[in-house]
């Protein structure tokens, strides 16, 4: 298992091949300050090239999931009279990396919301896999109330709700709960209850521990490729994929376990 860096707004759980992450900011309902990205994005990079760790679930402590990015940090370090341009620039980008290392993640990653999930809040939970949501979950794109735009997190917004869906709650800051959720589709669960949401994650952990680590990795790779890949490019990335897939030792492994009618060495119960 992956050596995970210290953090102080972040709790990380870390067992039976699996990551979980607790946002754990109460004092500003777990919003995205500078600390807390990047205390996320060093525990991202250490994981990544971990092939023993199957997946990652993002949670939130204090019955919020994420208030979205740290306003009165904005104002104090972007308003300010010794900030500008060049600081808000560096800032977003800085946003868009944690965004993109979240959506480009190998491992399987898992989205539990209870409480609020808002602006940049919301973005993360359209970078996962898999998505449940409690049905009194709340959610808005609230930036342009704030006279901002909800740049970075747009890209997975509309990956996730489609381009339509998106444009009417970017331009309406339009608030829905978890039982909307689910209609839109940014839910593939919804729970009755926080018991709900484990229940559920429960299962997905156990279908996850049964895939070959290696082959989910390539297929979300793959996956990603499709929207920005000409047809005769996706289909030459494809192959490539499904080569390198399919003579690993992974690959064989699997091939001869189903052959042989017996479970490959990677398929183990989910605690």
Same mark, same amino acid.
């Given at each position: 298992m992956a050596n995970l860096p210290n953090?102080?707004?972040?709790?990380?759980?870390?067992?039976?091949g699996w990551l979980t992450i607790w946002f754990n900011s109460p004092e500003n309902r777990n919003a995205l300050s500078g600390v807390l990205t990047g205390e996320l994005r060093a525990v991202l990079d250490a994981v990544r090239d971990d092939r023993t760790l199957r997946g990652v679930t993002f949670r939130g402590?204090?019955?919020?999931?994420?208030?979205?990015?740290d306003l009165k940090g904005f104002k104090s370090g972007l308003q300010g009279p010794r900030s500008g341009h060049a600081e808000a620039?560096?800032?977003?980008?800085? %946003?868009? /990396?944690?965004? *993109?290392a979240i959506d480009t993640l190998p491992q399987v990653v898992v989205m539990l919301v209870e409480g609020a999930a808002m602006a940049g809040?919301?973005?993360?939970?359209?970078?996962?896999?898999?998505?449940?949501?409690?049905?009194e979950a709340k959610f808005a794109l609230t930036e342009t109330l704030l006279g901002i735009a909800p740049a970075q997190i747009a890209p997975y917004?509309?990956?996730?709700l489609g381009l339509t869906t998106s444009r009417r709650l970017m331009l309406t800051a339009a608030r829905f709960d978890g039982e909307e959720a689910g209609r839109i589709g940014l839910?593939?669960?919804?729970?009755?209850?926080?018991?709900?949401l484990d229940a559920f994650e429960q299962d997905i952990r156990r279908?996850?521990?049964?895939? %070959?680590? /290696?082959?989910? *990795?390539?297929?979300?790779?793959?996956?990603?490729?499709?929207?920005?890949?000409e047809r005769e490019s996706m289909i030459e990335f494809a192959a490539e994929g499904f080569a390198q897939c399919m003579l690993?030792?992974?690959g064989r492994e699997g091939v001869s376990a189903f052959v042989e009618k017996r479970k490959p060495i990677w398929a183990r119960p989910a605690s």
């Open positions: 953090a102080k707004k972040l709790i990380l759980d870390q067992r039976d402590k204090g019955g919020v999931f994420c208030a979205g990015g620039v560096a800032l977003s980008r800085a %946003a868009g /990396g944690m965004f *993109a809040g919301l973005g993360i939970v359209c970078c996962g896999d898999v998505v449940a949501v409690t049905r917004v509309a990956q996730r839910a593939d669960h919804v729970a009755d209850h926080v018991a709900g279908q996850v521990m049964l895939c %070959a680590p /290696g082959a989910n *990795a390539m297929t979300k790779k793959i996956l990603l490729a499709t929207p920005r890949l690993s030792d992974e």
